[in-house]
Nanobody
């Protein structure tokens, strides 16, 4: 059974940090590119960060560049998102996703599997 389980969300003040983790079961992420997306209330889900198979190449949404870092541990079958200098506008549900294809890593339609999401709330 395929599962992507996010953890690490919570409430933090403006300028704080959180580290999200996504543990995968049911397949090995070594063969997948991985991504993080987020969805704020009343808004579309948006790309946050993506990482290629070995972790060599990473991609970020413009609003998080320089503040967020995506990483992966293929041996542990997990992907992480380190979020620093958090802002209230980062408040959203964060989703982990996996893609086995070669489509645009920033597009939701490229992804095969999704987690259930974890809430991140940043207050002033």
């Amino acid at each position: 059974q395929v599962q992507l389980v996010e953890s690490g969300g919570g409430s933090v003040q403006d300028g704080g940090s959180l580290r999200l983790s996504c543990v995968v079961s049911g397949f090995t992420i070594r063969n997948y590119r991985m991504g993080w997306f987020r969805q704020a209330p009343g808004k579309d889900r948006e790309f946050v960060a993506g990482v290629e198979w070995t972790g060599t190449y990473t991609y970020y949404g413009d609003s998080v560049k320089g503040r967020f870092t995506i990483s992966r541990d293929n041996a542990k079958n997990l992907v992480a998102l380190q979020m620093n200098s958090l802002k209230p506008e980062d408040t959203a549900v964060y989703y982990c996703a996996a893609t086995s294809g070669l489509g645009n890593i920033k597009r939701m339609s490229s992804y095969n599997y999704w987690g259930q999401g974890t809430q991140v709330t940043v207050s002033l």
